[in-house]
């Protein structure tokens, strides 16, 4: 069992940067793939990035390349999303999830186990 808790949303303007941060506790979390996600009102939730357990890999959504970064400290049991030059359609809860430690990074929302409750995000001037 793992318990995620997200923190570190809130209201920025267009073009600002915004770290999220995931804070799991439970089993080992370095056994595990996180995957930061986001759902925005009337939408389906879509993955923005993902790491492998041992963060020897990472993926991102098209949409969201050379702006986000995800990166994780296993010793703090803690994933991090560094987000800049945010956009107004950027907002949305921000979620992370997360699953037993594969290679491939899988972006499918419902391969995720574990949930946190989500942060909101808001991009607007």
């Known amino acids: 069992q793992v318990q995620l808790t997200e923190s570190g949303g809130g209201l920025v303007q267009p073009g600002d940067s915004l770290r999220v941060s995931c804070v799991a506790s439970g089993r080992t979390v370095s056994s595990y793939n996180i995957g930061w996600f986001r759902q925005a009102p009337g939408k389906e939730r879509e993955c923005v990035a993902g790491?492998?357990?041992?963060?020897?890999?990472?993926s991102y959504a098209d949409s969201v390349k050379g702006r986000f970064t995800i990166f994780r400290d296993n010793a703090k049991n803690t994933a991090y999303l560094q987000m800049n030059s945010l956009k107004p359609e950027e907002t949305a809860v921000y979620y992370c999830?997360?699953?037993?430690?594969?290679?491939?990074?899988?972006?499918?929302?419902?391969?995720?186990?574990?949930w946190g409750q989500g942060t909101q995000v808001t991009v607007s001037s």
């Open positions: 790491i492998k357990g041992d963060c020897t890999r990472r």
């Open positions: 999830g997360a699953k037993g430690s594969s290679y491939f990074i899988y972006t499918e929302a419902d391969l995720y186990v574990y």
